[in-house]
């Protein structure tokens, strides 16, 4: 019995070997491969070709980007003023990614504010505007990389608010030293091609060399602030040795802001305007006690050293290595436009305008101002002494626009309305 089971056991594994055999001979597993013809060959040839030249041309194009790159980020190096700086960089990332519309947010302390764009429509500064604690603030913190959002992430909801079809959003944290200072962001059209791996390593270049260069001004902007204060608090000490001169400097800065704002300057104007007012007495340093506060007439000789003051002044801020359109102005604030004023003896349109500003609101002080040889002019009396100082020291027409601003507006009480902080 138990020889007819074993009989039959071994004709079924003999039969399920047959049909395994024959069964993968009909797929195909024990036949030799067929070769490919000349046809097949060439498609694959021409598919390998065509990938080869694209995989080139990106090679070649990334190493234009870099060099490109290369150049524009040194020259970002010498850049000081933060706001030239990012509307530099946000057209810097729109021409090297292709994109439509770039973008550079800045970290102020709470909140991440647009610093500057290039392509966004009008009305769209504050929808780039983020909260500290927004979702989309804490993704992009925790990335290092950059972060590709489309239509299909829930973090591109922001985006969809933009009056623009955006397909794709590239997104690049500006860290530094693990502390996220800002955000680049490039988008382009939803008809447009995705960004490619070669734009996000150029995204990253440019989001850690940018963030690099921002922190890199910052601290020279404080530096600079700390330095700046250090010397208009000695140009303040200087004043409170010569009881008729104090609160001269803050009078002048007043004047020339307010008459800045009146004829339209612009707030980088103006800025540097209030402090080369503040700092231009500066070089009085150099001028000995006995002569700057000699109650009586100076000698000739006594006024040459005084006359000197522009100059010292000048040299003392040159030494700093800032505040160059400051040192020019402070430089030349004695000029008269009829040529004899020191110390080059400028005349006419030679003479920087912020110069003649501070010359007039200079002189108008010092006429409204008790001196230890007179006591101070009214306000009407010394416009007149002005008048007649009209194509000698000022230039008529600027001199003309400063008694009318005097008269309608100081005259009214609006001083009030200038803020020196």
Same mark, same amino acid.
């Given at each position: 019995?138990?020889?007819?089971?074993?009989? @039959?056991?071994?004709?079924?594994?003999?039969?399920?070997?047959?049909?395994?055999?024959?069964?993968?001979?009909?797929?195909?597993?024990?036949?030799?491969?067929?070769?490919?013809?000349?046809?097949?060959?060439?498609?694959?040839?021409?598919?390998?070709?065509?990938?080869?030249?694209?995989?080139?041309?990106?090679?070649?194009?990334?190493?234009?980007?870099?060099?490109?790159?290369?150049?524009?980020?040194?020259?970002?190096?010498?850049?000081?003023?933060?706001?030239?700086?990012?509307?530099?960089?946000?057209?810097? %990332?729109?021409?090297?990614?292709?994109?439509?519309?770039?973008?550079?947010?800045?970290?102020?302390?709470?909140?991440?504010?647009?610093?500057?764009?290039?392509?966004?429509?009008?009305?769209?500064?504050?929808?780039?505007?983020?909260?500290?604690?927004?979702? +989309?603030?804490?993704?992009?913190?925790?990335?290092?990389?950059?972060?590709?959002?489309?239509?299909?992430?829930?973090? @591109?909801?922001?985006?969809?608010?933009?009056?623009?079809?955006?397909?794709?959003?590239?997104?690049?944290?500006? =860290?530094?030293?693990?502390?996220?200072?800002?955000?680049?962001?490039?988008?382009?059209?939803?008809?447009?091609? =995705?960004?490619?791996?070669?734009? =996000?390593?150029?995204?990253?270049?440019?989001?850690?060399?940018?963030?690099?260069?921002?922190?890199?001004?910052? +601290?020279?902007?404080?530096?600079?602030?700390?330095?700046?204060?250090?010397?208009?608090?000695?140009?303040?000490?200087?004043?409170?040795?010569?009881?008729?001169?104090?609160?001269?400097?803050?009078?002048?800065?007043?004047?020339?802001?307010?008459?800045?704002?009146?004829?339209?300057?612009?707030?980088?104007?103006?800025?540097?305007?209030?402090?080369?007012?503040?700092?231009?007495?500066?070089?009085?340093?150099?001028?000995?006690?006995?002569?700057?506060?000699?109650?009586?007439?100076?000698?000739?000789?006594?006024?040459?050293?005084?006359?000197?003051?522009?100059?010292?002044?000048?040299?003392?801020?040159?030494?700093?290595?800032?505040?160059?359109?400051?040192?020019?102005?402070?430089?030349?604030?004695?000029?008269?436009?009829?040529?004899?004023?020191?110390?080059?003896?400028?005349?006419?349109?030679?003479?920087? %305008?912020?110069?003649?500003?501070?010359?007039?609101?200079?002189?108008?002080?010092?006429?409204?101002?008790?001196?230890?040889?007179? =006591?101070?002019?009214?306000?009407?009396?010394? +416009?007149?002494?002005?008048?007649?100082?009209?194509?000698?020291?000022?230039?008529?027409? %600027? +001199?003309?626009?400063?008694?009318? @601003?005097?008269?309608?507006?100081?005259?009214?009480?609006?001083?009030?309305?200038?803020?020196?902080?």
């Amino acid at each position: 019995m138990n020889m007819w089971l074993m009989i @039959f056991m071994g004709v079924v594994c003999l039969g399920l070997a047959i049909f395994a055999f024959v069964g993968g001979y009909r797929l195909g597993l024990y036949r030799r491969r067929e070769r490919l013809d000349p046809d097949e060959f060439r498609i694959l040839g021409e598919e390998y070709e065509i990938r080869m030249r694209i995989l080139l041309d990106e090679n070649k194009e990334l190493c234009r980007r870099w060099n490109v790159m290369g150049k524009v980020i040194a020259s970002l190096g010498t850049m000081r003023e933060k706001q030239k700086f990012f509307l530099v960089a946000a057209r810097l %990332l729109k021409e090297n990614l292709s994109a439509d519309y770039t973008a550079v947010l800045s970290n102020v302390g709470e909140k991440y504010e647009l610093a500057a764009a290039d392509g966004f429509y009008e009305g769209t500064e504050h929808i780039l505007h983020y909260d500290i604690n927004d979702p +989309l603030i804490s993704y992009i913190e925790s990335n290092n990389e950059p972060i590709a959002l489309t239509p299909r992430d829930r973090q @591109f909801k922001t985006f969809e608010l933009i009056t623009a079809k955006i397909g794709e959003v590239l997104i690049m944290p500006m =860290k530094m030293g693990g502390q996220m200072h800002g955000i680049l962001i490039a988008a382009r059209n939803s008809n447009r091609m =995705k960004f490619t791996g070669g734009d =996000k390593v150029v995204i990253s270049y440019l989001g850690n060399a940018i963030g690099y260069l921002t922190k890199n001004i910052e +601290l020279i902007e404080e530096l600079e602030g700390r330095t700046l204060k250090i010397i208009t608090g000695l140009a303040k000490a200087l004043e409170q040795k010569d009881e008729c001169s104090r609160g001269h400097s803050d009078n002048v800065a007043t004047y020339a802001v307010m008459f800045a704002k009146h004829i339209g300057a612009s707030q980088e104007e103006i800025n540097t305007l209030k402090t080369a007012a503040l700092l231009h007495d500066i070089g009085s340093i150099g001028i000995p006690d006995r002569i700057l506060n000699k109650p009586g007439k100076l000698t000739d000789e006594e006024f040459e050293y005084v006359k000197s003051h522009p100059m010292f002044g000048a040299e003392l801020l040159k030494t700093l290595g800032f505040l160059k359109e400051e040192l020019i102005i402070i430089m030349h604030h004695h000029e008269k436009f009829d040529g004899t004023g020191y110390p080059f003896k400028l005349r006419g349109n030679q003479i920087p %305008l912020g110069a003649q500003i501070i010359s007039i609101a200079d002189v108008f002080d010092a006429l409204t101002s008790d001196r230890p040889f007179r =006591k101070a002019f009214g306000m009407d009396e010394a +416009l007149e002494l002005m008048t007649l100082m009209s194509g000698k020291n000022f230039e008529p027409g %600027l +001199l003309n626009r400063f008694i009318e @601003f005097i008269r309608h507006q100081l005259h009214s009480r609006r001083m009030a309305s200038y803020d020196r902080t």
